[in-house]
Nanobody
Framework: QVQLVESGGGLVQPGGSLRLSCVFSGSGFTIYHMNWYRQAPGKQRDLVAAITNGGRTNYPDSVKGRFTISRDSLKNTVYLQMNNLKAEDTAVYYC????????????WGQGTQVTVSS
């Protein structure tokens, strides 16, 4: 059974940095495409970073150049490095593991709050 546990959220000033971590428990980490989503109050959940099982990354324009996703197969962990944070980055950030292209399932973490405020 796959479980995802995020950590690293918190309060940071505008222009600051945070690194989120997501530990993948279970088998098959290297098969999954891993993603980070975020959801602000009253808004839909949006993709902010994606990394395929082959290491290819993708970002929306809103975070491109500021956010970096990476994965460590030895630690079964995916990271989201967030730099030059802005107030509009405030949201709950969710880790997502997508195994559906390979006949598997999609899994979500519980989320970690990121607040950008002075």
């Amino acid at each position: 059974q796959v479980q995802l546990v995020e950590s690293g959220g918190g309060l940071v000033q505008p222009g600051g940095s945070l690194r989120l971590s997501c530990v993948f428990s279970g088998s098959g980490f290297t098969i999954y495409h891993m993603n980070w989503y975020r959801q602000a109050p009253g808004k839909q959940r949006d993709l902010v970073a994606a990394i395929t099982n082959g290491g290819r990354t993708n970002y929306p324009d809103s975070v491109k150049g500021r956010f970096t996703i990476s994965r460590d197969s030895l630690k079964n962990t995916v990271y989201l490095q967030m730099n030059n944070l802005k107030a509009e980055d405030t949201a709950v950030y969710y880790c997502n593991a997508d195994g559906r292209p390979y006949g598997g399932y999609e899994h979500w973490g519980q989320g970690t709050q990121v607040t950008v405020s002075s």
